[in-house]
């Protein structure tokens, strides 16, 4: 099942990507290496590597700074790793991605009403006590 090099999120379901990245595994006997634990770790150090890009760039550049190619790139490259090993710890979790992110999508409906919730950065605990207190304006 090899992807093509025009595939995109566009025309690529996430139960593609999922056997693809159990196939490189699978292709290499890794999967005795991939449990739970193991996969979570390096699911974070690869989210680590991300944040090495921007560590000590200013908010404000954070953008900028994708405008060089070779950052762009690496960007590119890391959010590949991050969504491999994702796809990887859901499928040997047994979890359905798109049936969860629709689960947590609707109870942060729940904590984030829009109208409590709209231009301002909080969180959902620290806003439910906000929205007790009377409005300053
Ligand atoms: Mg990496």
């Known amino acids: 099942m090899a992807l093509h090099h025009?595939?995109?999120?566009?025309?690529?379901?996430?139960?593609?990507?999922?056997?693809?990245?159990?196939?490189?595994?699978?292709?290499?006997?890794?999967?005795?290496?991939?449990?739970?634990?193991?996969?979570?770790?390096?699911?974070?150090?690869?989210?680590?590597?991300?944040?090495?890009?921007?560590?000590?760039?200013?908010?404000?550049?954070?953008?900028?700074?994708?405008?060089?190619?070779?950052t762009y790139h690496d960007v590119q490259m890391e959010l590949a790793d991050i969504a491999m090993f994702l796809m990887d710890l859901a499928t040997i979790c047994e979890v359905d991605l798109t049936s969860a992110v629709m689960e947590k999508i609707k109870i942060n409906n729940q904590r984030y009403p829009i109208e409590k919730a709209r231009g301002i950065a909080e969180k959902y605990t620290k806003l439910a006590a906000r929205s007790d207190k009377p409005n300053p304006e």
């Open 6 to 70: 025009q595939q995109t999120d566009e025309n690529t379901t996430i139960e593609q990507i999922k056997g693809e990245v159990r196939e490189f595994i699978s292709d290499r006997d890794w999967e005795q290496f991939h449990d739970p634990k193991n996969v979570a770790m390096a699911l974070a150090s690869e989210v680590g590597e991300l944040l090495d890009i921007f560590r000590w760039v200013k908010s404000d550049d954070s953008f900028n700074i994708l405008s060089d190619k070779d």
